[in-house]
C-alpha cells in the first residue's frame, strides 16, 4: 500500500535542499578526512624511518657512563634526535627482548605484543593497548639483532578527530543557515502562487450559473510577468478569465436579445389573438344562421384562441420576470387573496372539497397583489385539474418569524416521478404529450417559481401518491 504524504511546496523545496546539502557535505567531510588521515600517516611514516634509521646508526655498544640497567638493550632510543614517546623494541631470534618508551629523558619498559617482532621495514600500526597506536619500523643492529622503532599516532588521530568535528560543526550551521535562509526565499518566491489561488477562488465564488454577464476578477499586473513560471501561469489565468468573461457577455447578449424577441412576440401576439376571439364572438352572436359545422368551427376558434392567449400572456410575464422588469411592491395580507382564490376555484370545481386554514393575525408580505394572485390561481388550477373530482385541497396560511408561508395540498394521485424533478420547468406537463387533454402548457409552475424568485421566495414541492403539497414561502413584510 502506497501512502503519499502531502506537504506544502514550501516545506518540499525547504527540507529537499537541506537534504541535498547534508548530503554534499557529508561526502565532501569523508574525503577530506580520509585524504587528511593519509597524508598526515604519511607524514609520520616518514618521521619514523628517520626514527628508525637514528636507531640503527646508535652505536653498537651502549655509550659508557650511560648504563643504568634500565637504558640496556635500548640504549638506541637514547640517540640524539629521538623525540619524547618514541617506542622501541630489541628483537632478537623472532621474539621481542625487550621494549621501552622515551620519557622524561629516560626509559620506560613497557609490554608489548608479539605482533612487533613481525615489523619490517616498511612502516605499520601496531596497537599497544594502554599506549594507544603506533607506527612501527624496524632496520637490523649491527649486533644481528632487530631494532623496531615507532612514533605515537595519537597525534594523528587528535588532528583526525577535530577536524571530524569542525566539519560537523560546520555542516550543522550549514543546515540551519540553509533552512532558515531557504524558508524566507522559498516563501518569498512562492507567494505569488497565493495570489493566484486568491484570483481563482474568488472567481469560484461568483455565482456564474444566472447566465448574466460578470466581471471577472484578475490576477494582479505583477504577478503576470512572462519570463517567470508563475508569471506565466498568472497570464495564462488572466487570458483564460478573459475569454470566460467574453463567453459569458456574448452569452448574456443573446439572452436578452432572445428574451427581448420572445417578449415583443407575445406583446404584438395578443392584438391578433384579442381580434380573432372578437371575432369569432361577434359572428356567433350576429343572429344570422349557421349550420352545425360552422358553430362547432367557431365555438373551437373561440376556446383555441382563448388557450393561445393565456400561453402568450404567460410567456410575455416569463419574459418580463427574467428580464427582471420591477415588480409593483406594496405590503398586501396574503389571507383575502387566498380567500378569493380558493372561492375561485371552488366556482370552477365545485366537486372538489375545498378547505382553508389561516392564521390569527394577517400574514403581510410586499409584493405585487397580481402576480401572487396568479401563483395562487395557479397551484388550485393544478389542484383541481391533475385531480379527479371528490378530491380535497387544503389551503393553510401560516405566518410565523419572519417567513409568510402558503401552502396547497391535494389528497390527489400525485405527480408523476418523472415530472416531479423537473417540474417548475418550462412546458413540464404531466401526460407527456402535447395533447391538450388538460388544456394545459406547461408554464403554471414555472411562472409560481419565477414569481416567488422575484419576490425573494421560493416554492418547494412533496409528491407521493395520495398527498402533493406545494409550499411558497415569502419573506414577512417588516413589521411597520
Ligand atoms: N396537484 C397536482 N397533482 C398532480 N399533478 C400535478 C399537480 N400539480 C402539477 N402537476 C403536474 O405537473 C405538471 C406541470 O404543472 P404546470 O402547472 O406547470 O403545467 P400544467 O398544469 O400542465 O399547464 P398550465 O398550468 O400551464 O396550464 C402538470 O402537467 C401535472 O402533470
Ligand atoms: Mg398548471
Known sequence: ???????????????SSIALLAVVSAVIATATTLLFEDFLTDRLDIQVSSAARRSAGASAEPPAGLAPEAAREVWFLLSPGQAEGTFGARVRLGRVHRAAVLSGGTVRDVPAPPKVAAVTGRPVTVDLGRLGAYRMASRPAPDGDVLVTGLPLNGVESTLTRLVMVEAAVTLAGVALTAAAGTLLVRHAVRPLGRLAATAARVSELPLATGDAVRLARVPEPDTDPRTEIGQVGGALNRMLGHVETAFAVRHESETRLRRFIADASHELRTPLASIVGYAELTRRSGEPHGPQTTHALGRISSEAGRMTTLVEDLLLLARLDAGRPLERVELDLSPLVVTAVGDAYAAAPRHRWLVSLPDQPALVVGDADRLHQVLTNLLANARTHTPPGTTVTTTVLADGGEVRVRVADDGPGIAPHVLPHVFGRFARGDGS????????GLGLAIVSAVAAAHEGRVEVASVPGSTVFTLTLPAAAPA
Open 434 to 441: 402535447r395533447s391538450r387533454r388538460a388544456g394545459g402548457s
Open 1 to 15: 500500500m502506497s501512502r503519499r504524504i502531502s506537504m506544502s511546496l514550501e516545506t518540499k523545496l525547504v527540507v
